[in-house]
């Protein structure tokens, strides 16, 4: 049957196809049991043509293309809630509801999010863009129907990465004990981004494989053969290792009843069991286990490296390489901390499941035995480092800025409340790109700003980057070293460069009656805006200690002090100029200049910080309009 591509120019050609026909999941219903299979095999090339076009997430959605479908075939979305967890596996979901036309507008300006989103469709239940929500909110929703009297299943589907993370757990926990109408489904392909790790996932590895569970039966019934008087027991031994082994007593011990593991790409045996499933009462997981990147053969063979990708060749997978002008910020931590941990056996790098997106790849394999990868659990990451650092270990923890507000309580509580020795490398400071804000890091100067004992660094370009490592590093307390996703203006590393004195920042270009303060990514645009303004530009460099002879100088000199920063105006880097001027009696005009009060739509980084006048020009306009 003809199928739906895309042309040269990224414009979608139409030709009839039964995905053509697919407008919502009421078309799909429509179609008889037979044709299901035709549909997955249609939906699983138009998806990797679309991501092929604009990039984006792909091996994830690749293997729930059958769970998909059979989940908007058997239940009554919207009405029945569907709630994807994280929602990168989701655009086969965003294909069969009503927005296929415009899967090539995916993670652009004003097109379609990357991710579930309730203003987006009636079908995105909850947003997501963070792991291990979906059971939590699925409960609510169970309970929220149960008090209003109206009769619908929820159904959360969740990966068995995700499923390790504790919050998940407590939600198990909680909604094992409650009288409501919940569908689990467990998607369980041994991977989230990267392979997961930890006991849960490592139990699920054993079930699948089945060669410890069947080895141990038929040792014991040899060994117990000629023993007729002992052979009543084996029946008895087998149920109990079959309850240490099957992950169904962990889960009914919860509440649930656990159905599977099922094939998850057998659409026959997918519609049937989801069938029986709709008419069980009551909580009820099903495990479901499929291939991330099915169906496409590269990011079968390289799921982690297909998880999330840049536009590619369809035919033959290879991605389009990128035009930075030297090493990404990620990079520069991954080498510098090899270089370290190399000379300092003390080091330790620890990530909360983002091995290859924090830098930490060569690390893990030159020091294996000194890199922790503990799962997606920010918050035991951040309380695991703590411990190391009280019997003298030096973590360095490699998060993501929107993954550490997930672990807020232990960095206050158990690392800076104890002014542990624990150096945070904060990747993705600021806007993000096209992951739009789910995975901005919009707010850490804000809310790590006023924790006692915290150093936080800001670096403006790649050779400062190296140098503030290796700054937060020997300082003997809590430091994190904040800095933008990709690269920086292009400046030459010199791995040999010193450390940098705490909470002196300094003069890069002298002008006249204008000073900007810019703090990190925005010291290269204040550059550029500095020319037309005739400014002074100061590269802060620290947050936390700020400068504050330099302010006094500053404030002194000039008629108005701009604070530039990537990080959301309130509370942030400006908010400590101002009050250290206010503590001081120093009067002077100010003006703040960060992300405004709004959550800031996917887009290019570029354009989005021209949406925030945080470019060159906007400053400029700013400044300006500011002095009238």
């Known amino acids: 049957m003809p199928h739906r591509t895309l042309s040269d120019s990224g414009v979608v050609s139409h030709r009839r196809s039964l995905l053509d026909s697919i407008n919502s999941p009421i078309n799909l219903r429509a179609l008889p049991e037979s044709l299901l299979p035709e549909v997955a095999s249609e939906l699983r090339g138009f998806l990797v043509e679309c991501v092929s076009q604009t990039g984006g997430h792909l091996a994830a959605g690749l293997g729930v293309v059958e769970l998909t479908i059979g989940l908007h075939y058997v239940f009554d979305t919207p009405h029945d809630r569907l709630i994807w967890d994280v929602g990168h596996q989701a655009y086969p979901h965003k294909i069969l509801t009503g927005r296929r036309d415009r899967m090539i507008s995916m993670r652009q300006k004003d097109g379609l999010s990357g991710f579930p989103k309730r203003c987006e469709s009636e079908y995105d239940s909850f947003g997501v863009g963070h792991s291990s929500t979906s059971i939590s909110a699925a409960l609510g929703m169970a309970l ?86 002992l052979r009543h027991l084996v029946g008895r031994w087998e149920e109990h290792v079959k309850g240490m082994l099957m992950p169904s007593t962990l889960f009914e011990e919860l509440g649930f009843n656990y159905i599977g593991p099922i094939d998850g790409h057998d659409m026959a045996s997918m519609i049937k069991t989801l069938r029986n499933i709709k008419e069980m009462p009551g909580q009820r997981l099903l ?58 056996k003390r080091l330790v790098g620890i990530t909360p499941a983002m091995c290859e997106g924090s830098g930490l790849t060569a690390f893990s394999k030159r020091f294996p035995d000194r890199y922790f990868d503990v799962g997606i659990a920010e918050q035991h990451a951040v309380t695991l480092a703590a411990g190391m650092a009280c019997e003298g270990l030096k973590p360095v923890v490699a998060i993501y800025s929107s993954f550490l507000q997930r672990a807020y309580d232990q960095l206050v509580h158990d690392v800076c409340l104890q002014n542990l020795d624990v150096t945070f490398a904060v990747d993705r400071g600021g806007l993000v790109g096209p992951d739009g804000a789910t995975h901005a890091g919009s707010f850490d100067l804000s809310f790590c700003r006023p924790i006692p004992n915290l150093l936080i660094l800001a670096p403006s370009d790649e050779n400062e980057c190296r140098r503030m490592l290796k700054t937060a590093y020997e300082y003997e307390g809590p430091a994190m070293v904040r800095y933008p996703r990709g690269g920086g203006p292009g400046v030459t590393i010199d791995s040999d460069a010193p450390a940098l004195p705490i909470g002196r920042g300094e003069i890069v270009r002298t002008g006249q009656r204008i000073a900007l303060l810019a703090f990190g990514s925005l010291v290269a645009p204040a550059l550029t805006a500095a020319e037309t303004l005739n400014a002074t530009v100061a590269n802060m460099r620290f947050v936390k200690p700020l400068d504050e002879a330099l302010i006094r100088d500053l404030a002194r000199d000039h008629d108005i002090l701009v604070t530039l920063e990537e990080n959301a105006i309130a509370g942030g880097a400006g908010s400590g100029v101002a009050e250290f001027l206010s503590s001081q009696g120093l009067v002077v005009r100010c003006l703040h200049l960060g992300l405004p009060d709004r959550y800031i739509d996917h887009a290019e980084h570029a354009e989005q910080l021209a949406m925030c006048g945080l470019d060159a020009p906007g400053i400029i306009a700013s400044v300006q309009a500011e002095l009238g």
Request: hydrophobic share 35%; with cysteine.
């Open 287 to 344: 495990h479901v286990v499929t291939r991330k990147g099915r169906g496409y053969e590269p990011a079968e063979g390289q799921p982690t490296t297909y998880h999330g990708v840049t536009p590619f060749n369809r035919q033959t997978g290879e991605l389009r390489k990128g035009t930075a002008k030297g090493p990404t910020y990620t990079q520069i931590f991954g080498g510098w901390l090899c270089d370290a941990a190399a000379a300092d």
């Open 144 to 229: 929220a129907a149960k008090q209003r009297g109206e009769r619908r299943t929820v159904i959360a589907v969740i990966g068995d990465g995700a499923l390790g993370a504790g919050m998940a757990f407590e939600a198990l926990n909680h909604a094992g004990s409650m009288d409501i109408d919940l569908v689990v489904i467990l998607n369980d392909n041994e991977m989230s981004i990267s392979p997961p790790v930890g006991a849960i996932s490592n139990h699920l590895s054993r079930l699948l494989s089945g060669k410890i569970y069947t080895s141990m039966r038929e040792g014991s019934k040899n060994a117990l053969a000629g023993m007729p008087q």
